[in-house]
């Protein structure tokens, strides 16, 4: 994947635009120059306008609006501080190479808080989300990037007979994670659901993998504990890390070590 300082140097640009416009001539402490530096390290564009929404997939429409210049303030440090986190060359090897800040985001006309584009390898985060709190939005971001790393690492996403076997012998998922998302409840830590960490999880293998890794990045300590007494999520957490450090070896334990140690005062 090529350099590209243009691009990355020209949102940077737009980005202190908008900020100079709507600060009322002060110059203020809060500038967005993090994202720019993110993009920089990675190798990624961060953009904030709308790519001339909807975009078109295989799989459905991708719909948004342009983030708002408040929205992008708050969620920046939220975003730089969860992504910072990912060895270079994880990223690298997901093929990921944008990523668009917005708001109102929808997939097939359903509302979506962030949304894997496969296709175009681009990642899509609504920062528009005051209904949510912080420690949701942190998740979604590695909820979301795992669906990338678990796409890229065979081409398969509703598939994985090694992890499914690690399900007790009489388990079925759900029909995917879309039915579920009427659910306000589906996301949050539970002990309801013997080996899954959340209902979502239970929706399908593709949501059961992403709510691990996720949770494994935000919530460490909860799902060391939930492991100890659930036998089925601990081989689910031993699976995971071999997974993933498998795909990329940069991923190892001291990855996990960083993540659980990421303070998260917002939580």
Known sequence: MGKRPAVLWLTLILFEVLFTSNACGQTGDLTLKEFAIVGSTY???????????????????????????TDLQR???????????????LVRKTKLRRIVLCQELKFSGQRRYAIPDFEHDTLYLDVGTNDQPAIYLRKVIHHEFFHIIDYRDDGLLYEDERWKSLNRP??????????????????????????????YSTTGVEEDKAEVFAH???????????????????GKVIRMKSLVQTYCPAADPGFWLRAGELPRADK
């Open 75 to 89: 969620y920046q440090p939220l975003f730089c501080q969860e992504f910072s986190l990912y060895p270079k060359s």
């Open 216 to 234: 494994l990045v935000v919530n460490a300590a909860a799902v060391a504990d939930r492991a100890t007494r659930d036998e089925v999520l601990a």
């Open 43 to 69: 190798d990624l564009e961060i953009v904030s306008e709308s790519l001339g929404f909807p975009q078109s997939t295989s799989w459905g429409p991708i719909d948004g609006q342009s983030a708002a210049l």
């Open 170 to 199: 009489d388990l079925k998922y759900g029909k995917g994670g879309a039915t579920a998302l009427g659910n306000p409840t589906t996301g949050k830590l539970t002990t309801e659901y013997a080996g899954f960490l959340t209902h």
